[in-house]
C-alpha cells in the first residue's frame, strides 16, 4: 500500500494532542499506582502505534530517554521534550516547553481544579 502523508500527519497530530492532553491532567503528585499507569500506558503506546517506521523510532527514543511520570511536571516535560525530538528528526520547528502550561487544555471544566481545591 502506498503511504498517505496526509493520513499519517493527521494521525500523528491526534495522537500527541491526546498524549499532551492527558500529561496536563496527570497528577501533580501521582500515587505509584498512577506513575505505573503512566509509565505502561506510554510503553505500550509505542507498542502499539499504528504507524510501523514511528512506532520503531519512538521506541529507540524510549529506551533512550525513558518516561518521567513522578508529577505532572515531569511527565509534560517529558513529553514536550520527545515530540521535539521527533520534530528535530522531521526537520519540524522546536516547541518551547516552557510555554506547555496552559497549552493543552481538555475542555472538560474545572473538575481538575476541584480535585485540587
Ligand atoms: P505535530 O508534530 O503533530 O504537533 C501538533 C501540534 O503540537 C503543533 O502544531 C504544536 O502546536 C504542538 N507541538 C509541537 N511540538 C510540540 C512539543 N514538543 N510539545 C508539545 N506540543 C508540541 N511522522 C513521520 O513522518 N515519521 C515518523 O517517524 C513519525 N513518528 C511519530 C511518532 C509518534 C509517537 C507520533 C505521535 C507521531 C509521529 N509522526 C511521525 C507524526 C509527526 O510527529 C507529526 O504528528 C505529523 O507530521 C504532523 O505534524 P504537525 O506539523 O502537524 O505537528
Known sequence: KLENATIKAELGRSSWRLLHTMMARFPEKPTADDSLALKTYI??????YPCGDCAAHFQKLLAKYPPQVSSRNAAAGWACF???EVNARLKKPLFDCN???DFYDCGCGDDDKKKKD
Not at 510503553?43 to 502499539?48: C, D, E, K, V, W
Open 43 to 48: 510503553q505500550l503506546f509505542a507498542r502499539l
Open 99 to 101: 510555554n506547555i502550561g
Open 82 to 84: 520527545v515530540h521535539n
